[in-house]
Structure formats: structure tokens, C-alpha cells
């Protein structure tokens, strides 16, 4: 465990200098007030979740991790927008995000949403403009990234996430469609596009999706339960938020004790389709007792 | 002008049968209400100068009118996600566009942001799966698009423009930056990206560039003087929104006349350019004669 807390670690870092560098105060040419939002809302802290699993994915399938960090970042350029655009009062109306203003609150709603909408454009941009990766490879980096992120993806789960608000009566089923396509579309894009840029196998690339749809999934009802067993300064935001907007979730489904056992069902799956991966894959069984740990 | 109306009516017809093409209510596994809001917005009429000039360009250049559709498609998508968010309450706050409800009036703010959020995307999808061009075609198109798009482009653009508001003094130096970003870049990228995939030489490129630089500003300006002297039924907006909203415009700044005047130099420029292009480019020019004989 203290291991993979390393390697998170290890990932943050990696990760944060590529996107300091794409970031940088100095690139030219750009409204300062709109990349400050950009930068205050992607180095607002979060686990780089996502860029770790496009590492480990790039581990288990053998590639070069420095080929692969632009990917990393155009993925969590894509998660941060997402972030930027949820919080907004029109959408979930979260004035905090990991401890600290949300970005509308800190800038205001325009900028807020700009800064979100370039942040996307930016995230196409660095996959078409990535210089370890052959023309080939760029363009089913971005295929992939844009189904997993567009409306038959990450916008269409958020949409029937607005949508389901106040419907508490909505299944698990319902659940599950709506959190495969808004949480669990880019978890699964990190893992697949982490193997694609390594050049892995159809059948390594075909068990780390597996891996990812579960896990993705499981990365979701972990979060209900934390939403509703947390306090405020671990969680970053009001604890029991999903409660109070009226928003259906495992646990409000399902309670809090069946979610869990539902976790702990997801976890044990995800173990067992990476004992089929004959490679390095101790990032991502670390993830899953990573996940295991949290809520107990 | 007869001549340039239909064929302005004629790329009309062109570009619409792509983008219900690609947003066809066909198409599986999508949000039902964000699609269509997706279309509703897309379809909500608009002179489709953009997929004009893209036409127009790969005209000039010789290039295969239907290799570059789904260009011309890509670029629509980008400008209507821009008019779906500049609209919302925080931004401009337009009730109507082009006559109708606007898109969060029509459905709401939350399912508005998304729409727009997610045509960027389908944008960038699109290119990167063209068929009829090759993969490194496909990446040209996909960064300039982005850069055109995104932070040093269109969205700085409004974020300007945004922080400009309230701002009357704004000087025409001002306002000419913040135009170049905010309506240019895309025109000027819609004249490239025609081009580029009809693999025109680069003094073809250089010239249409130079072309839609003058042409984008001689659009904006064109833009402020309707706002100025238009009813509402002409201009399917309240007239004088922007001179309310507090807005710096090229009116507000120069004066009515001196405006006019300022566009009639504009298009001169672009006649004399144009002169250079030994191609077709009979649109490209009566784009000019229409942009003048609007405001007379």
C-alpha cells in the first residue's frame, strides 16, 4: 500500500511538469485572466487518477513513459474541464472543489467556462501535436479520446446525471449507464490510450479494458460512499453534497452497506482479470486495494 | 450578387447534408435531450459563412469539394458550441438567436453548456476520422483548428471581449485584437483549412490567409454596424443588444460613418488581394460586394 502511495506520488509529479510546461505563464498570445483560470483549475491538487492509470497502462504493455506524458495530460486537461463545467451554479452548483474556490468562484462564471472550453481544445491540440507518437498513432489517440469525452461519452453520463437529479427513485441500472459513460468513459480512454501509444497487443489492450470498466465503475461507487461517510476536510467539498442536490447515488440506491459489499465485488473482479496480464501490473493492483482501503 | 446569393444558398444545402449526417438522430448511444440541443442549435439557421469559405477556398485551390465537407463541418460545429455558450446568462445573455429561443432558453443552461461542450468535440472527432484525406492531412487540419479554437484563438477572443464589456473607451486597437481572435481566427482558419486540404501551394495559402485576415475584421465591423442600424426581424436578435449589454463595437467607438467607411477600406484590401490569386475566385469576391451592400 505504502508503495502505491509512492507511485502515485511519483505519477502526480510526472505528470504536473508536462503540464506545467503545456501551461506555462509563457506561452504567448493568450488572455491572462483565462489562463490563470486554466492553470488555477488544473493545479487545484485531485489524485491524477487518470495519468496514472495512462502510466501503469504504459508499464504493463512495456512503452516509453516519456512518449506517453503528453497523453497523460491532454486526458487530465479533458478531466479538469469537465471538473470546471460540473461545478458551475447551472450544474451540480459546488462552490468548493478540493478545498478551494471553485473556479467560477474564483474568476467568475464566464471566465469559468471558457476557461473550461479551451482546456478541451488544448487537450486535441496536444494529442495532433505529440512528438513521440507516429501521424497514425496521434490520430486514434484522439479518435479515442474524443468518442470517450463527446456526446457518446463523458457529456452524455453528465447529461443523464442533470437529468436524473431528484429522481431518487432511479435504479441501479440507470446508475450504472449513467457513471459507465461520465466517470467510467475516460478512466477506461486513460488505460486504453496508455496502451495504444505502447504499441501493446489486441489481447493486453482487450484485458486492460476489461480492468478499466470495472474499475472505472468501482472508482464511482467508492466515491458515494466517501460522498456520504466523509467529512468536509477529507473530502474537499461539503460532505453529503450528493445528498442535498437530490442526486441519485449508490448509496441513496442501494445503502451504505450494500454499496460497500457492491465495491468490494468490483475490486475482487478487477484482481482477477489482471492475473491474466503477464506483465507489470503492480500500479494497477494497487489501485484496486487503493480503492479497497479508502472507505474502511 | 444574384450569382454569389445562390451560391451562398447552394453551400448551404452542401454543408447541411454533412452535419445531419454526422448529427443524425440515428446515431446510438447518445444523451437524447443533449442531442437535440446539439441540433437544434446547429440547425438553427445562419448564413454558413464559414463552411462557405472553406468551400470557397478548396475552389481556389482546386481541391475536391467533397473531401473537404466534413471540414467545412468540423468548423460549423466549432462556431455553433461558441454561439451556444457566448448566449448563456453569464456571458452575453441572448434570449434569442437567429429568431428563435436561444439554446438555454430553449432547454436550459446546464443541457446548453453540455451541447456546446460536446459539439467541440464531435468536431475534433470528425477530422480526425476524414476519410478523404490522408493522416497527415487529418492532423494539419486538427491543429489548426485547435489553435484557431482554442486558448491563443477564439476563446481568448471572447474572454477579451467579456472583460471589454462596461469598458467604453475601449480603443479601436483594442477591439481589433480582441476581434482577430474572436470571430478572425476562425474565419482565417476556414480559408487554411480549405486550402491545406486541397493541397494548395503555399503562396496560394499565404494569399488567402492574407485574405481572411481582412475579411475576418470586415465581418465584425459589418457585424456592429447591423447591430447599430437593424430592426429585429432583420437581425433575429434584439437590435442595438450590443450598444445595451455596454459593449465596445466599432459603432461605439468610431462613429457610425467613420465605421462604414473604415469597411469600405477593409474591402477594398481584400478585392486588391484576391487580384493576386490567378484561380477561381468568384465567390471570394462576391463575398465582398455582400458584406458592402448590406449596411447601404
Known sequence: M???EHYLADCVSWVEEGLHSYLSPAVKNVDKTLAEAMRYSVFQGGK???PMLVHASCLAAGGDLQTVLPVACAIEMIH???LIHDDLPAMDDDDMRR???SCHKKFSEAVAILAGDALQTLAFEILATTPGLSVEQRLVQITTLAKAAGWQGMVSGQSIDIAATENIAATTQILEMMHIKKTGALILASLTMGAYAANASDDLVNLLQQYGRITGLAFQVQDDIMDAISDSHTLGKKPGSDKKNGKATYVS???LEQAKGYLADL???SAEILESVKKETQPLQGLIHFL???IN
Do not use: A, E, H, W
Request: include cysteine.
Open 2 to 4: 505504502k508503495d502505491f
Open 48 to 50: 491524477r487518477i487518470r
Open 80 to 82: 479538469s474541464y469537465s
Open 99 to 101: 478545498c478551494n474556490p
Open 253 to 255: 440506491v442501494m445503502g
Open 267 to 269: 475490486l475482487k473482479q
Open 292 to 294: 479497497g482501503k479508502r
